[in-house]
Nanobody, 123 residues
Framework: QVQLVESGGGLVQPGGSLRLSCAAS????????MGWYRQAPGKQRELVAT???????TYADSVKGRFTISRDNAKNTVYLQMNSLKPEDTAVYYC?????????????????WGQGTQVTVSS
């Protein structure tokens, strides 16, 4: 079994910064791409950023230049550094990972979601 535990959300003023973390633990052989999504009230969940095993990153246009995604493969953890936050960044943020588990010769991949962490940007 695998668990994802998120932390780092909260209330911040416009222009402020927050750093989200998502740590995976359990039966893990390896982790493929890791990413962050967000869902604002009344809106669909949207992709914020992704990072591959090799460190290649992609970002939604709305966060480019303000957010930075990174990962620590030794700690099975993905981070999202959010700077210059705007009220429209307010949402529940979810991490998502594709984890490879199982015994040699019987590996399998499963997508996991974190529990979500609230980010509120307001004065």
């Amino acid at each position: 079994q695998v668990q994802l535990v998120e932390s780092g959300g909260g209330l911040v003023q416009p222009g402020g910064s927050l750093r989200l973390s998502c740590a995976a633990s359990g039966s893990i052989f390896s982790i493929n791409a890791m990413g962050w999504y967000r869902q604002a009230p009344g809106k669909q969940r949207e992709l914020v950023a992704t990072v591959t095993v090799g460190g290649s990153t992609t970002y939604a246009d709305s966060v480019k230049g303000r957010f930075t995604i990174s990962r620590d493969n030794a700690k099975n953890t993905v981070y999202l550094q959010m700077n210059s936050l705007k009220p429209e960044d307010t949402a529940v943020y979810y991490c998502n990972t594709r984890i490879i588990s199982g015994d040699p010769g019987m590996r399998y991949a499963t997508d996991y979601w974190g529990q979500g962490t609230q980010v509120t940007v307001s004065s």
